[in-house]
C-alpha cells in the first residue's frame, strides 16, 4: 500500500513542519504546568528525545530502513564533499572549548561532566538521529521521484523554519532568525551529498559532531562568526553546483538516449 508520505510528498512535507512547531509549543505549555520546577533547557531536552522516538516511529511505520539509506554502504569517492562541512565542526576549537553552566532544573546546576552529558548525548546527539532521519531521511526520499531539486530546497528550508522551536524555548528571536536562515543553505548542501553519499551515516557523525563543538564553544566573535557564516554558504554553494550537475547529467543521458533511437528509426 503506497503511503500518505509516497502521495502527497510536499503536503506531508509542510505538515510534518507545521506538526513539529505545535508540538514545541504544546510540550512546553504541558510542561510548565505538569513539572513547574523545569527550566526551558529541561523542556527542550524531553522536547529532543520526544521528536527522536517519533522519527524512528515513522520510518518504522513506513518500513523505510532500506530507502533512506541507512543500510547502504557508504560511496567513498563522494565523502570529499563532506570536507568543507568537516571544517564547521572545527571551527569553534580554534576559538577554545569550554563546557557551558546548564541547569535542567530550576536552582539547581549541573556538575560540569553531567552538563557534558547532556550536550553530547540529551542534545547532539538526538538532534543528529531526529533531523538526519527525517529532513535528509523519509523527506528527502519521499520527494526524489518529484524532482531531486524539490527534495533537498523543500527539506532545506523546512529545517530551517523548524528551528523557530528555539524560539519557542525561550531563546532570542534576534539571535535565531539568521542562524535559521543560514541553515537553509546548509541544508542545500545537506541534501545534495546526501543524493551522492547513498548513505546516510555519514550526515549523522557530522551532525552529531558540529552540535557538540557548537554547542562547548567558549567564546565567539565577529571572526568566528564570519568564518562560521562562509562555511555554511561555502555548503550551500557546493550543494548548487552537485545539483546542476544532476541536471547535466540527466540532460545529456535523455538527449543520448534521443539521439540513439533516432538512430535506430533511421536504420529502419
Not at 523519509?138 to 530551517?160: C, D, Y
Not at 555519514?202 to 564553544?217: C, E, I, K, Q, R
Request: net charge neutral; aromatic share 8%.
Amino acid at each position: 500500500m503506497v503511503s500518505i508520505v509516497e502521495r502527497h510528498p510536499v503536503g506531508f512535507t509542510l505538515g510534518l513542519t507545521a506538526g513539529l512547531i505545535v508540538l514545541t509549543l504544546l510540550t512546553r505549555a504541558v510542561l510548565e504546568v505538569a513539572i513547574p520546577q523545569l527550566t526551558l533547557h529541561g523542556i527542550g531536552l524531553i522536547l529532543n528525545w520526544t521528536i527522536v522516538a517519533g522519527s524512528i516511529v515513522l520510518v518504522t511505520w513506513l518500513g523505510w530502513w532500506e530507502k533512506i539509506r541507512l543500510t547502504a554502504p557508504v560511496n567513498r569517492r563522494a565523502v570529499i564533499y563532506l570536507l568543507p562541512f568537516a571544517a564547521v565542526v572545527l571551527v569553534p576549537a580554534m576559538f577554545g572549548l569550554a563546557i557551558p553552566e546548564i541547569s535542567l532544573i530550576q536552582g539547581q546546576t549541573l556538575p560540569p561532566w553531567a552538563g557534558l552529558v547532556v550536550i553530547v548525548v540529551g542534545v547532539a546527539l538526538g538532534a543528529a538521529i531526529s533531523e538526519e532521519l527525517i529532513y535528509r531521511g523519509v523527506l528527502l526520499r519521499a520527494l526524489e521521484p518529484r524532482s531531486r531539486l524539490l527534495a533537498v530546497v523543500l527539506p532545506a528550508t523546512m529545517f530551517g523554519l523548524a528551528h523557530i522551536s528555539q524560539v519557542i524555548l525561550g531563546n532570542s528571536l534576534a539571535e535565531w532568525l539568521p542562524q535559521m536562515l543560514l541553515i537553509i543553505p546548509l541544508g542545500i548542501g545537506l541534501g545534495a551529498i546526501a543524493l551522492r553519499l547513498e548513505s546516510l551515516w555519514p550526515l549523522v557523525v557530522w551532525h552529531f559532531a558540529v552540535d557538540v563543538t557548537g554547542s562547548l564553544v567558549a567564546t565567539t566573535s565577529v571572526v568566528y562568526e564570519l568564518i562560521t557564516i562562509g562555511f555554511v554558504l561555502l555548503a550551500g554553494v557546493i550543494g548548487v553546483w552537485l545539483l546542476w550537475q544532476d541536471r547535466r547529467s540527466r540532460h545529456d543521458i535523455h538527449r543520448q538516449l534521443s539521439t540513439n533511437v533516432d538512430e535506430i528509426g533511421a536504420r529502419r
